[in-house]
C-alpha cells in the first residue's frame, strides 16, 4: 500500500464528500479508470474506502484518520498481513 494514486484517490473521495465511481476520479486525478479501479479494491481491503454499491466509492472514517496523520500506512499492511 501506499502509492501516490492512493493518496490522490482518498483526497478526491474526501474534498468532494460524494460518492464517487471510478471514472469520475480518474478524470480528476488525471489517471486510467483502470488504474484507479485497481487501487480501489486495495483500499477497500485495508478499509479505507467502502464500496457502497458497484461501481461506487466513498472514503471510511479509517480513510480519513490516514489522511489527517492519525493512521501510519504500515499499521495497516501489519493488520491485513494478521487477518
Known amino acids: 500500500m501506499q502509492l501516490p494514486i492512493d493518496d490522490r484517490i482518498l483526497e478526491t473521495l474526501e474534498s468532494s464528500g460524494l460518492i464517487l465511481s471510478p471514472a469520475v476520479i480518474a478524470l480528476n486525478i488525471d489517471k486510467s479508470r483502470d488504474e484507479v479501479n485497481r487501487r480501489l479494491s486495495v483500499l477497500v ?39
Open 45 to 83: 481491503d485495508h478499509e479505507l474506502v467502502q464500496r457502497v454499491k458497484r461501481g461506487y466509492y466513498e472514503i471510511t472514517n479509517l480513510g480519513e484518520q490516514y489522511l489527517e496523520g492519525e493512521l501510519d500506512a504500515s499499521e495497516l499492511d501489519e493488520s491485513t498481513d494478521e487477518n
